[in-house]
């Protein structure tokens, strides 16, 4: 299923090292596309992005031959996103689990650090990186974030710390494989095949603590300037930066999307509701 995770992996395409500049800023903006989505709950006015082209014409080749319309938001979590675009949507039966089925191709990844996951961003589905370790995207999912915010200073440094986990958990493991880290390792091992919680938390924290130096040293992803006034600003879901592609922004409409993730959903997030759109190309990019 594609599912939108807090899975991210260290990549070094967006280290904090790189300069990010704000999506109105790389842009004419009179030159984008704009399309409708059109719900029970409201219309909802997209730009789609010029820096994200194979995601912004399919998209657009999708809404003009009608693919999306009558297709539901099959799957919605509040403070997270709303997501939608399964081909099998349209005559689904009550229940039934959606979110497999897909159109037969996928889109190559346009991740961008200049495109990112503040409130009302529309970006692409996909599978997970196990399967899918080049994060090329569904070539018709999509969802709009709605994220919770404005965050704190120390919302965005947990969300760091979640985003380079991987790396912190391999510049762990390398340290206790070091001849002066036998015991320690031991002690490690130890605990964590007899799950002893407490003990495990504690060693945890002193090797956080003990990688530090190296880690800060270490190319890592860190947020730019414009991420975190935007998110201290509005607000969002800042762990899937850098591992899903963003193609748009919502101009107009978010009290929709509020309104939506309000819908009660059954045990799989699917609104108990049939909630279903139609998506119109107000204007094609020129």
């Known amino acids: 299923m594609k599912k939108i995770t807090g899975l991210i992996l260290f990549t070094l395409l967006f280290s904090g090292t790189m300069l990010s500049k704000n999506i109105q800023n790389m842009e004419d903006t009179s030159r984008t596309a704009l399309v409708l989505i059109s719900t029970q709950y409201g219309d909802i006015k997209i730009r789609l992005s010029n820096l994200t082209p194979l995601h912004r014409d399919n998209f657009i080749k999708l809404a003009q031959k009608g693919f999306y319309d009558s297709l539901l938001f ?4 509040a403070g997270f996103m709303i997501q939608g675009g399964d081909p099998t949507s349209k005559h689904a039966k009550q229940f039934v689990v959606l979110g497999d089925s897909d159109i037969g191709y996928t889109i190559p990844a346009e991740i ?8 009302g961003m529309l970006c692409a589905a996909r599978d997970g990186d196990d399967v899918n370790p080049t994060r090329a995207s569904s070539g018709c999912q999509f969802y709009i974030t709605q994220g919770r915010g404005p965050l704190t200073d120390n919302d965005l440094k947990l969300y760091e710390y979640r985003i380079n986990k991987k790396l912190r958990t ?26 002893i919680t ?3 938390m504690l060693l945890e924290k002193t090797l956080d603590e003990k990688i530090n130096p190296v880690y800060i040293l270490t190319p890592h992803y860190t947020f730019s300037p414009e991420q975190v006034q935007a998110y201290k600003k509005v607000g969002g879901t800042p762990h899937l ?36 759109m139609k ?3 107000l204007r094609n990019y020129q």
Request: hydrophobic share 30%; no cysteine; glycine share 4%.
């Open 74 to 77: 099959h799957r919605i979590i």
């Open 112 to 119: 961008t650090p200049n495109l990112f996951h503040k409130r």
């Open 170 to 195: 391999h510049l762990k493991d390398s340290l206790l494989q070091t001849p002066e880290y036998k015991a320690t390792n031991e002690k490690y091992q130890h605990y964590k095949s007899n799950k």
């Open 198 to 200: 407490d003990s495990l």
């Open 241 to 276: 930066d850098g591992s899903y592609t963003v193609f748009g922004e919502v101009l107009q409409g978010m009290e929709a999307v509020d309104k939506i993730t309000e819908a009660n959903t059954d045990s799989h997030d699917r609104p108990l509701e049939d909630i279903r």
């Open 279 to 281: 998506v119109t190309v």
